[in-house]
Nanobody, 125 residues
Framework: QVHLAESGGDSVQPGGSLRLSCLVGGGLYYYSVGWFRQAPGKEREGVSCSSSSDGKTYYADSVKGRFTISRGDNTVYLQMNNLKPEDTAVYYC?????????????????????WGQGTQVTVSS
């Protein structure tokens, strides 16, 4: 059974950094993984995605140049630098059981089959 577990959320000041981790369990080997976030009263939005088969990565315009997605053994990371108050949200990792993620779909919630429980990131002075 696939299960995802995020960690690394915290409260930081503007300009600070955090690294989120997502442990992917359950025997998946070739998959695409995305990071999403949801702020209070807002819809869940795509932050970044790593497509396994072609090595491509995608980022929302709001985080380009500040966030970096990377992958290790069964773990996916989201390095977040120069954090801003508008980055405050619950961050979720999600997996699509397919090694390739077409660019036009990467930020669609419906493209992912498995979700973690989320980790809170708060950016405030």
């Amino acid at each position: 059974q696939v299960h995802l577990a995020e960690s690394g959320g915290d409260s930081v000041q503007p300009g600070g950094s955090l690294r989120l981790s997502c442990l992917v369990g359950g025997g998946l080997y070739y998959y695409s993984v995305g990071w999403f976030r949801q702020a209070p009263g807002k819809e869940r939005e795509g932050v970044s995605c790593s497509s396994s088969s072609d090595g491509k990565t995608y980022y929302a315009d709001s985080v380009k140049g500040r966030f970096t997605i990377s992958r290790g053994d069964n773990t996916v990371y989201l390095q977040m630098n120069n954090l801003k108050p508008e980055d405050t949200a619950v961050y979720y990792c999600a997996v699509r059981n397919s090694p390739r993620m077409p660019e036009m779909y990467w930020d669609r919630v419906s493209e992912y089959s498995y979700w973690g429980q989320g980790t809170q990131v708060t950016v405030s002075s």
